[in-house]
């Protein structure tokens, strides 16, 4: 039974497949001959807002030829306070895949053990496995080989995006910067794990920005973290993409955001529309790569 948890536990051999099988899915898109999911009912278990994701995997598991139920966590026992381990002993019985976004990582792995379905970390405090994917394939298209690759991260360093960024770069061999501020910066157990020389954590925000072929930024404030945006945003003004940090980069730099964007926060609103192309392609390519994901799943 195979799953998608996170990057860290996805080998590169794997990483590669489904690059190669979301850059198939977007070229052959509307002609499809293998539909994996026919006859299958997948079930998308959400406890926090998503356009993006929502949207890719509903529209990604139809284009498969499976059926999709979307189960918001307020609307089922589980917002109620039913444990996720009865949940997936459920669902398991009933669906044929599950596609979960929720906080704890934790609820996302045991609903994979207890519910015999192949599941989907569509989000978790600790990662954003899915987007990641999305990313890279959008920077393959634009730049091709990634091994060369330097990717700047800038803003807060600790939350799911940038450490999905970091088990990508830990398994494919480019160059990672992270540029955040102290108390912002990826917690020291994941960077211990690490064994690449290629990822480096800063405050230097400009040094880190310097010669990057890609400076990619997220939200101030994630979901579940509202009650510090105050503080959030006074500690991350600095970490901002924009036009001046921009130059730094090499001249045609790709500037990415895996989206909802807060202009004026964490990007500029100039910068966002200069580069806004590829912005909504990393978009659009979460439906490519869900396609990929789900294939793999069930293959
Ligand atoms: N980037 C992303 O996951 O977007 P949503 O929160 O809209 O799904
Ligand atoms: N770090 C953000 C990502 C949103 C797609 C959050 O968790 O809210």
Redesign the pocket.
């Known amino acids: 039974m195979k799953h998608l948890l996170s990057l860290e536990s996805l080998p590169r051999q794997d990483i590669e497949l489904l690059l190669q099988s979301a850059h198939r899915m977007k070229a052959e898109r509307g002609r499809h001959s293998a539909h994996p999911l026919r006859h299958q009912c997948w079930g998308l278990i959400f406890s926090k807002s998503s356009t993006r994701t929502r949207v890719s995997f509903e529209v990604g598991i139809r284009e498969l030829g499976g059926d999709v139920m979307f189960l918001s966590a307020n609307d089922i026992q589980l917002g109620r306070g039913e444990p996720i381990s009865d949940t997936a002993r459920v669902l398991g019985r009933m669906l044929h895949g599950a596609v979960i976004r929720t906080f704890a990582q934790s609820d996302v792995e045991d609903f994979a053990r207890l519910s015999g379905i192949p599941t989907i970390n569509a989000?978790t405090d600790a990662e954003?496995p899915c987007?990641i994917l999305a990313d890279l394939q959008t920077i393959e298209e634009r730049l091709g080989d990634l091994s060369e690759r330097v990717v700047t991260f800038v803003g807060d360093g600790a939350?799911?995006?940038p450490v999905s960024w970091i088990w990508a770069a830990e398994h494919l061999g480019f160059e990672l910067r992270i540029a955040a501020p102290k108390s912002f910066q990826p917690d020291p157990a994941i960077l211990a794990r690490l064994t690449s020389k290629k990822i480096h954590v800063t405050e230097e925000l400009e040094a880190a920005a310097a010669g990057a072929d890609v400076l990619y930024t997220?939200?101030w404030v994630?979901?579940g973290r509202e009650e510090e945006a105050a503080f959030r945003q006074a500690q991350l003004a600095h970490y901002q993409i924009h036009p001046k940090l921009v130059s730094l980069a090499k001249p045609g730099a790709l500037v990415m955001h895996?989206?909802p964007a807060y202009r004026g926060k964490e990007i500029t609103a100039e910068v966002f529309e200069a580069h806004a192309e590829t912005i909504f392609s990393q978009a659009e390519n979460r439906l490519h790569a869900q396609k990929a994901i789900l294939s793999w799943l069930v293959s």
Do not use: A, G, I
């Open positions: 989000l954003h987007q939350c799911n995006v997220d939200v994630s979901m895996c989206l």
